[in-house]
T-cell receptor
Framework: NAGVTQTPKFRILKIGQSMTLQCTQDMNHNYMYWYRQDPGMGLKLIYYSVGAGITDKGEVPNGYNVSRSTTEDFPLRLELAAPSQTSVYFC???????????????FGEGSRLTVL | TQLLEQSPQFLSIQEGENLTVYCNSSSVFSSLQWYRQEPGEGPVLLVTVVTGGEVKKLKRLTFQFGDARKDSSLHITAAQPGDTGLYLCAAPPGAGSYQLTFGKGTKLSVIP
């Protein structure tokens, strides 16, 4: 089973360029998430989705956009890249929640982005 | 926004030693998860704790949820080099939340 697949694994962008990080999952999970991880800062939630056609902002959404046209795919769009967006980006999915208990998050291997 | 504070931030120990890492907050959690992240990979779930005072064991790893559900600890017995990684605690920021808030993590190095 592939689980959560992210592409590309590495990318270097120039300031002002745009790009899309791709994420797809084959577990039929309703919930999907994008996190960024900076050294010593843990994981910060950018955007999340509870199902196809539904997205919502997380803690650090500025400079990013997402869409969820299918259950499987949850791409993250960076418009006008800035050095502050240099980070490792993780896509994750989960089956959902049961009451107050968040289900297990399954993460991709990450996409390392450098903006110069 | 609740804050999850993890300590220590870094820990370097010799193979065979025991260690404990902590995850604390001033907020009450409905549940709490522990993940381990190895270099170049995404985090992987180790355990979810739900009930105050709960203790869960995973081989040499023992997880405890505080009685008041505000804190948690992870104890590793006889650490091995394979335990090396970043240990992250995570919890939903509020009742019925779809999100997880993560602590900054404890980076563990186990030296052979």
């Amino acid at each position: 089973n592939a689980g959560v697949t992210q592409t590309p694994k590495f990318r270097i962008l120039k300031i002002g360029q745009s790009m899309t990080l791709q994420c797809t999952q084959d577990m039929n999970h309703n919930y999907m998430y994008w996190y960024r991880q900076d050294p010593g800062m843990g994981l910060k939630l950018i955007y999340y989705s509870v199902g196809a056609g539904i997205t919502d902002k997380g803690e650090v959404p500025n400079g990013y956009n997402v869409s969820r046209s299918t259950t499987e795919d949850f791409p993250l769009r960076l418009e006008l890249a800035a050095p502050s967006q240099t980070s490792v980006y993780f896509c994750a999915s989960s089956f959902g929640t049961s009451g107050d208990i968040t289900g297990e998050l399954f993460f991709g291997e990450g996409s390392r982005l450098t903006v110069l | 926004t609740q804050l999850l504070e993890q300590s220590p931030q870094f820990l370097s120990i010799q193979e065979g030693e025991n260690l404990t890492v902590y995850c604390n907050s001033s907020s009450v959690f409905s549940s709490l998860q522990w993940y381990r992240q190895e270099p170049g990979e995404g985090p992987v779930l180790l355990v979810t704790v739900v009930t105050g005072g709960e203790v869960k064991k995973l081989k040499r790893l023992t997880f405890q949820f505080g009685d008041a559900r505000k804190d948690s600890s992870l104890h590793i017995t006889a650490a091995q080099p394979g335990d090396t990684g970043l240990y992250l605690c995570a919890a939903p920021p509020g009742a019925g939340s779809y999100q997880l808030t993560f602590g900054k993590g404890t980076k563990l190095s186990v030296i052979p």
